[in-house]
């Protein structure tokens, strides 16, 4: 494209141009993001990390492994926006963490990871824990600690 070729397009042209270019620009994003998503979707991704191994090891022995998996507890699961947010920050921090980091023998879920943990325990029981009247400061994994990864907490 010669240089000065936009300028001199025809006014009405110049915004059906624009708006090709971004929603172009859009569907390569989401084309993106969504390749992403399918990558990562699987446990056996969150498994290449050697230190998610025991936490992979006890989630397989459980009866979540037939109805969850790693991302449908850990990742934000409120609209797709949410998710890839999560999903995004949580790997980054995953990446720096083993790249740079000091990673425990023992790791842990982050503290900032627990209230999504929590919103998603309740988003698949909310139907048994619909009449339980639970505490607003205590969590599910305060009484059932070993779901689904066993002794691993």
């Not at 969504?34 to 969150?46: E, G, M, R, W």
């Amino acid at each position: 494209m010669k240089t000065g070729t936009v300028e001199k397009m025809e006014p009405r042209f110049k915004r059906p141009l624009l708006l090709a270019v971004l929603a172009g620009l859009f569907l390569v994003a989401l084309i993106g993001v969504d390749s992403v998503h399918s990558i990562t979707k699987d446990a056996s991704f969150c498994v290449s990390c050697h230190v998610m191994q025991p936490a992979y090891g006890t989630w397989s022995h459980s009866s979540h492994r037939e109805i969850v998996d790693c991302n449908g507890c850990h990742t934000d699961q409120r609209n797709y926006l949410t998710k890839t947010y999560s999903k995004v920050t949580s790997g980054v921090k995953h990446l720096v963490n083993n790249t740079f980091g000091d990673i425990p023998p023992r790791i842990r879920i982050a503290t900032a990871d627990e209230a999504i943990v929590q919103q998603n325990c309740i988003r698949c029981h909310g139907e048994v824990t619909r009449n339980v009247r639970m505490d607003p400061t205590r969590s599910c994994s305060d009484c059932h600690r070993y779901t689904p990864h066993s002794n691993f907490r």
